[in-house]
């Protein structure tokens, strides 16, 4: 990562230092008989870095999915900046929360800039026909959001890159350019799904460092990642999910003195641990669900 002296010192949607960003209360998710999430509470304040992590299947992109819209939480509210979010991904991104995926979402042929002009588009104000007329209205918010742009590539890491296509970057710069798009919609909270997989230490190290300048521009992120040096490297707090429920939360020296988490990780759950009692809750469901569609066809699975 290049350091940016051009960038603004506090991003444009960083709220004031100290402020609860994010407040997710008793937010819970099932698909069917399965419980994906239960009862989870986390919040997120602005400047700080909060890991989430957990076993595979734990529930964790679920839980991302339930914060940014792209599931509508069965129970439970999520609160951004005091105010409940919309249930539509799009209106989220507006409000002020972007996000990043595990698997790489980029227009592989479009630019590197191009890309990060996408993002930028529910910061523009210009409409239908100002796009059809390109008056002068139209052609100043081009150049700014080109501006803004062209800034995010270089406090990433990616100026000279500008012209490529998205296709052709090597993995850990598709990685970067799709940090860049996330934050050129000016968010004040950053969700990064994973953004160390599949990196090399020389990668993971400067997402690290990448990280650690997006917060000292104001913005509050929550991560969810497996590379557990990274995690405790980074975080302020880290919350584990365990079989959908949040297991312990805390700073990195708590969260790894857990006995129930380290049991979780090496597939030994404790005795009357909170999953264990989710896990009985939802074998009973499916099972009673496999007995009512018994004359259907044998094996069929509920989506999970």
């Not at 296709?167 to 919609?185: T, V």
């Not at 993971?204 to 990280?211: I, N």
């Not at 405790?232 to 988490?261: H, I, M, P, W, Y």
């Amino acid at each position: 990562m290049t350091t940016d002296t051009t960038t603004r010192d506090t991003a444009p949607g960083a709220p004031a230092p100290g402020t609860t960003v994010l407040d997710a209360r008793g937010v819970t998710m099932r698909f069917g008989g399965l419980t994906a999430v239960n009862n989870v509470d986390l919040t997120v304040n602005s400047g700080e870095i909060v890991g989430l992590i957990g076993p595979n299947g734990a529930g964790k992109t679920t839980f991302f999915n339930c914060l940014t819209g792209l599931y509508i939480p069965t129970e439970g509210e999520v609160r951004y900046k005091d105010r409940v979010l919309p249930a539509k991904s799009f209106k989220v991104t507006a409000a002020g929360i972007a996000r990043t995926f595990q698997n790489i979402r980029l227009f592989s042929n479009m630019t590197v800039l191009e890309n990060v002009l996408v993002g930028r588009h529910t910061r523009t104000k210009e409409g239908f026909w100002s796009a059809v007329l390109r008056g002068p209205g139209f052609h100043r918010a081009e150049k700014a959001s080109r501006e803004r742009a062209e800034e995010l590539l270089e406090f990433v890491g990616l100026a000279s890159k500008a012209d490529h296509l998205a296709r052709n970057l090597p993995y850990g710069e598709q990685r970067k350019l799709e940090i860049a798009r996330a934050l050129a919609s000016e968010p004040g909270l950053l969700l990064l799904d994973e953004p160390t997989a599949g990196m090399n230490p020389q990668e993971t190290r400067a997402t690290e460092e990448l990280v650690f300048a997006i917060r000292d521009k104001g913005i509050a992120v929550l991560v969810i990642e497996h590379d557990m040096r990274f995690i405790f490297n980074l975080c302020d707090r880290v919350a584990v999910l365990v079989q959908g429920q949040k297991l312990v939360e805390g700073d990195s020296a708590t969260v790894q003195g857990d006995e129930r988490v380290i049991a979780a990780y090496l597939g030994e759950p404790l005795e009357n641990d909170p999953g264990a009692a989710e896990a009985a809750e939802v074998e009973a469901a499916e099972a009673a669900q496999a007995d009512a569609s018994s004359d259907t066809s044998a094996g069929k699975e509920n989506d999970r």
